[in-house]
C-alpha cells in the first residue's frame, strides 16, 4: 500500500509517463527481454530515485516485466501527480512532495522492511542506512546499483574501510550513462533551466563553469552553443588544460567571479564559493548548482551575508549583498535541472535507466557470485546497450574486418 | 483607478502582484531604455499624446507601455496575439493606470473586440506588431486612419503588410518600420527568437537537442537564429529556402539545404520561420516521419496548415498529437509562436533593444512631422541605441583614424 500525496493525480501522472515510455525505446526493448526471460519475475527490487516521468518508467517497466517493485524518495523531487500515477500502476511508492526528515527515513524503512533483493540507489543514501541502522536487512539483499558520481564515492569509501557487505555496480561508472547523462543531459537541462528560470539572454555573457568533469564539460559546451564566453575554473591540472585546449578561457575561482554573469557550479563538492569569491560576484551575477548534491555552494551562508533577501521570480531568489550589489540564485542552490526544470531529457535518461535496469538484473541473477565491492557494468551489457540505442536511431555502424582483428591481435603485425 | 478598470477587459486585477514581479524583473534588465529611451520620452513631447501599444502583452511589452505613459501619454494596450496574453501583466498594467484589453486565449471575436476597443481609444500613434491594430483602424475605422500622426511596426510580417497596404495607396499616415533597424531585427529575429524558441521546443517536450535533424524552413534573420541555436544545443540542419541567395548562405553557413520533400522524411523537429501562410501545408504533411515534433517560429499561426493535421489529442501541456497518414506527429503549442505561448518569449536584453527602437521611433512620430508612408528609423539613432548598449556592457570601441578618415573620403589616394 502505497504513501502518496493524492491517488486522484494519478491521470495526469499517467499522462507524463506514457510521454516519457514513447521516447525511451531502449528502455522498451530491456523490457521486452526481461518480461520473455523471467529475470525479474517475483523478484523485490527498491527503486529511490527522484518520483518524476522518467524515473517512474523505470519503476513501471520493472513492475511490468513481473518485478514486485517499491520506490522512495526525498520531498524535494517529487512530482505528486506522478507518484499518483505510478501507484495506480501497482509499484508502491513511499513519497510525497514537501515531505519531512522524519517521514523520508520512514518511507525509506518502509522500503527496506520489504526485503529487497536488489535496490537501485541515489547518492547511495539507502544503502548506507541499510548497513548503518538495518543491518537485519542484509540477508537478503543481493546487491545494489547506484547513479551518481557522489553515491559511487561513498560505497568505495564503505569498500576501504571494509563496511560494505554486498555488492555494488556503479551504473554510474557505465559508459552508456556517464559520457550522455553527465555531460549532453546536464548540459542541456542546467543550461535551459537557468535561461528558462530567468528569461534571459546566454548570448554574450560570461558564464563561468566552476569543475570540468562531465558534468562541467557539457555545461560549457550547451553554454558555447547558446553564444555565451565560457570560463572553466579547475582544480585539476588534466581537466584544465583540456578546457583550455577546449578553447575555454581558465581561471580561478575569485577570478572568474569578479568577471562572469553566471556562475555554475560543477564539482561535485561543497564549497565551490569560498567567502573571498562571493565577495567578487559582480552586481546581477547569477548563481546556479549543476552538482549530484545540494549544496555545492552554500545557500545559507550567502543568506547570512546578505543584507536582504526577496524572491523575484518563480525560481529566483535576490541576495542583496550591499547597496550596489545584487546575486541571484536560481533553484535554490539544489541541482537547477530539477528544481527549476523538468530534469534531464527523456532519451538520455533512456540510457542511463537501461544501464540501471541491466544492473538489476545482472545483480539477480549472478549478484552472488561477486565479491562484496564495487564493480563496473560488464563491458558487453553497456556495449550493448549503446548498440541498441544506435539501432532504435536507424544508425548503422561498421565493424573491424578479420584482417585488422589480426592485425590488433598480433605483435608481429609489422614484420 | 476604478475608472481604468471599467474601462479595461482583463481577466482578473487581483493578479496585480504577480505582474508586477515580472515588469520589476524586465526593468532591472533594460539599461537602454532606462537609460537612453527614458530621457528621450521625457521631452515633453508624449504630454498628453495617445498612444496604443499592441505586442505581445507580457512583462516587457508592459515595460515600455508604461514608460509612455511615465512621459506624459495617455496609454491603451491589447494584445497582438490571443494566445500569449499573460492575465497577470495586464493586471499589473492596469493598476498602474494604463487601460488594457487582452484575456489570454481570448476567441476569434472577443479579439476582434479587444482590438477595436484600442482603436476607438482614437490613438495619435499605434506601437503594432503584425500590423495588426493598423490593417483594422484602416478597414473598420478610416476616420482614425485620417488623424493618425503615425505608426510602428515591429515584425517582418507587419512590414510586408504594410509595404502592402502603400501598394494599395491605403497607406496615408506615417510608418516606420522598427523592424528594420539593426538595433531590432539583427538581435531580436535571431537571437531572440533562435534561443527562446529551441528552449520552448526542449522544454515543452523535455526531449534532448543533442544528436536530432532539425528542418528549418526559411533562413532570413528568424531561420538563421534557430539554425545556430539548434546547432548549439547539438542538432544538425536542413534549411528550406525558395531565394536562392538565402538558400546559398545556408549552405555557406555549413547546414544541409533541401526542398521540403527531402527535407521532412528524416526531421525530427520541423520548424517554421517564414513569416507567410502554409509553410507546411497538407501535401508536405505527407512527408513526415513518425514521431516528428512541429513548431512554428514565425509571426503566424498559419505558418503550420494546423487544420490539414486533423483532430489531435493533448498528450502533455502544449504538445498535441495527430495522427497523419499513419504516422504520429506532435504538433507545439498548437502552431502559435512557440518561444511565446509555451513560455515568457523572448530574452528580456533583446527587447531591451527591440523596445528603445520602438521608443524612439513613437518619439520621432510624437515630436516631428513626419513624411507619410513607410520609413526606416534614422540611421543616427539605431546606432545610438546600440552605443549606449555597448556602453552599459561596458564595452569600449575604437573610432576610425585620421588616415583612415581622409581614405575613405578621399578617392584620389
Redesign the interface.
Known sequence: VSTIADPSLAPGGE??I???K??MPVMNLVRDQLLEEGSVRGRRLAVILPVE?KTAYLAAMLAEAGAEVAVAFQGVMVHDDVAAGLAARGVEVFARHGSTHEEELRFFEEVLRRRPEVVIDDRADVIRLAHTTHPEVLDDLIGASEETTSGVLALRAMEADGTLKVPCIAANDARCKYLFDNR??SG?STV?AV??AT??????KRLAVIGYGWVGKGVAR?A????AEVIVCEVDPFAALEAHHDGFQVMTVEQACSVADIVMTATGTRGALPPAAVERLRD?ALLANTGGIDDEFSVPALRERAVETRR??EH?EEFVLDEARSVFVVGEGVVVNLSA???H????MDLTFSVQALAARHLLLHGRELEAKVHLLPHEIDEGIAFRKLET?GLEIDRLTDEQVRFRQSWEAFS | LGSTLDRSRILDPTLAEAGE??I??VA??SPVLNRLARERLGDGSFEGRRVAVVVHLEAKTAYLATLFAEAGAQVVAAASNAMTTQDSVCAALVRRGIEVHAVRGASADEFEADLLAAADFEPDIVVDDGAELTTRIVRRRPELAARLRGMSEETTTGVLRLRALAADGKLSFPAVAANDAWSKHLYDNR??TG?SSI?AI??L???????KRFCVIGYGWVGKGLA??A????GTVTVVEIDPVAALEAHLDGHRVAPLAEALPDADVVITGTGTVEALDAAALRHLKD?ALLANAGHHDREIDVAALGPGEE??DG?TRHDVAGKRVYLLAGGHLVNISG???H????MDLSFSVQALSAHLIASRDLRPGLQRLPAELDREIARTKLAT?GIELDAETEAQRRFREDWTL
Open positions: 499522462r507524463k506514457e510521454w516519457a514513447a521516447w516521468p549532453y543531459g542541456q535551459m535561461a528558462d528569461n534571459l539572454l546566454v548570448a554574450g550547451r558555447r552553443g547558446l553564444n546581477g523575484v521570480r529566483v526544470g523538468e530534469g531529457p527523456v532519451e538520455i536511431l | 514581479e515580472r520589476r524583473w532591472r534588465h537571437y531572440g534561443q528552449a526542449l522544454r517536450t523535455n526531449l534532448a537537442g543533442a544528436g545556430r541555436y546547432e548549439g544545443v547539438g514521431g498528450v502533455r504538445v513560455a515568457d518569449g530574452p528580456v536584453e533583446i556592457l
